[in-house]
């Protein structure tokens, strides 16, 4: 079975054409960053506009990579949660057209699971059961993962996510965007204990949330100048901006770290999955080895190329095919972002209006 995937949710536009051994075929990803760069965040409008432009192009590319024709394709699945709106809605519309001209099932994708699905596809079966932590520009969030349609939410970031505490603090301290790759460059410089800066609950095993807004906070206040209200940055030397980088880093990975920790041993289980761009990081990855090398922990961090947004991971799909969960032609976007019910233990949707604490 030839399985074609799109993913729009937010600037990437993504298709992948997988089969149903989980082999890649054929992968394509277009990225917007230069469209966004100078905003130093992710403009929705600019982002729909863009997929409009490239979502033909790129699944183009995707089955020209796999040498098959529209006609080889079995069925067709698309990310519609969470994401922007405008974003989601382009990819959804691109499935269902394809849906209908070829007489395809059609597919839904849940991106932040698919996150933790670039794992399975990595490393296979021994994935699950599982701790699932994602670290993504919108989303900071633990899962019980018993098999690949069983997520549960265990819990989650009550403010900014990591990736958005990091593309904040790469544009305070005047680095480039997307922030997180520039901060790891920086922090290479830098020295990880030249500042404390705070580490939300860390010592607090009853709470599997998380929180970046302080950190953010405290980062500010470091670079503002004295006497001021805290929101007029000085110029800061190069040496100061990699011990800020490299301490802004360390913090952030000891709160992913102390959660991961405290989420295996609440739910008893021993397996990490670790996924989304954050991932990506090279520091949050040696200190996941080292729990791993520590305790009787298996981390399985998703490899470099399936950590950023991708379509291939959206193969989470073919799970859903396998159970019989195909959409109808009604199928609709969730657009916002996941966040967590206190009250129900469980994961709700809320509106991105709401879901970020501004500066
Ligand atoms: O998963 P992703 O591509 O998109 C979302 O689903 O949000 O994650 C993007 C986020 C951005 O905030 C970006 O700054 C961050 O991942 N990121 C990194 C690194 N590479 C990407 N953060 C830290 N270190 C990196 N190397
Ligand atoms: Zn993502």
Redesign the pocket.
């Known amino acids: 079975m030839n399985l074609l995937i799109l993913e729009t949710?937010?600037?990437?536009t993504a298709a992948a054409v997988v089969n149903d051994r989980l082999e890649v075929l054929g992968a394509a990803v277009a990225s917007q960053d230069t469209l966004h760069e100078r905003f130093r965040g992710v403009v929705p409008e600019i982002a729909s506009r863009a997929h409009v432009e490239r979502i033909v192009p790129i699944i183009d590319s995707a089955l020209r990579q796999a040498r098959l024709s529209l006609a080889a394709l079995d069925a067709v699945a698309v990310a519609n949660t969470p994401?922007l709106a405008g974003s989601l809605l382009v990819g959804l519309a691109a499935a269902k057209s394809l849906a209908v001209a070829l007489d395809l099932p059609l597919l839904a994708v849940n991106?932040?699971h698919a996150?933790l699905f670039a794992c399975r596809i990595a490393f296979g079966e021994a994935v699950f059961p599982s701790v699932g932590l994602?670290?993504?520009?919108?989303?900071t969030s633990l899962f019980r993962c018993l098999g690949p349609l069983d997520f549960q939410w265990l819990g989650g970031t009550i403010d900014d996510?990591?990736?958005?505490a990091?593309?904040k603090i790469?544009s305070l301290l005047g680095l480039g965007?997307?922030?997180?790759?520039?901060?790891?460059r920086a922090a290479k410089r830098g020295d990880p204990r030249a500042y404390r800066f705070p580490r939300s609950f860390v010592n607090d095993a009853t709470r599997l949330d998380f929180s970046f807004s302080g950190l953010k906070t405290a980062v500010r206040y470091q670079i503002a100048v004295t006497g001021t209200a805290g929101v007029v940055a000085r110029p800061l030397p190069e040496d100061e901006i990699a011990d800020l980088a490299a301490s802004f880093?360390e913090a952030?990975v000891d709160a992913l770290v102390a959660k991961a920790r405290h989420a295996l041993s609440r739910t008893g289980l021993q397996t990490l999955l670790v996924?989304?761009?954050?991932?990506?990081?090279?520091?949050?990855r040696e200190r996941l080895d080292e729990l791993a090398g520590n305790e009787s922990v298996r981390t399985f961090i998703a490899p470099r190329e399936l950590?950023?947004?991708?379509a291939v991971m959206g193969a989470i799909a073919i799970e859903r095919y396998k159970a019989g969960l195909i959409e109808s032609l009604d199928l609709d976007i969730k657009p916002g972002l996941m966040r967590g019910n206190p009250k129900a233990s469980s994961s709700e949707f809320i509106p991105a209006s709401r879901a970020t604490v501004s500066e």
């Open positions: 949710t937010c600037d990437e994401g991106h932040v996150h994602v670290v993504s520009g919108g989303h996510a990591a990736g958005e990091f593309d790469a965007y997307p922030g997180g790759p520039a901060i790891e880093q952030v996924g989304g761009g954050v991932a990506a990081n090279s520091r949050l950590c950023t947004d991708n």
